[in-house]
């Protein structure tokens, strides 16, 4: 039910932005989550349908904007100023449920999974 798209290859410094897409229905909760080689999945950003409440991990914040479109069901990851370091296979999550910002970071909040989109970031 979800589909994510617009990964690809840059240089640092460089810019792309990720889409997903729901087919034909929205979430009460919006989340990227990405994986680098060999590390752990981590929370990247997430939003929420009803108020447009965002929150972002640490080390995107300033650089990454989440945003949503209600008229597509979709939802954005702007992502600019790119470095090696956000090298990554990104996930984008969603569920029913409108969690409070204090649960975005957590896999288990998402019971929808859309398959990986590689973002390669070169120096």
């Known amino acids: 039910q979800l589909q994510a798209s617009g990964g690809g290859s840059v240089q640092a410094g460089g810019s792309l932005r990720l889409s997903c897409a729901a087919s034909?229905?929205?979430?009460?909760?919006y989340a990227w989550f990405r994986q680098a080689p060999g590390k752990e999945r981590e929370f990247v950003s997430g939003i929420r349908w009803s108020d447009n409440n965002k929150r972002y991990a640490t080390s995107v914040k300033g650089r990454f904007t989440i945003s949503k479109d209600n008229t597509k069901y979709s939802v954005y990851l702007q992502m600019n100023s790119l470095s090696p370091e956000d090298t990554a296979v990104y996930f984008c999550?969603?569920?029913?449920?409108?969690?409070?910002?204090?649960?975005?970071?957590?896999?288990?909040?998402?019971?929808?999974w859309g398959p990986g989109t590689q973002v390669t970031v070169s120096s």
């Open positions: 034909g229905r929205t979430f009460g909760t």
């Open positions: 999550a969603a569920d029913s449920r409108t969690w409070i910002i204090g649960n975005m970071h957590r896999e288990t909040a998402y019971g929808h």
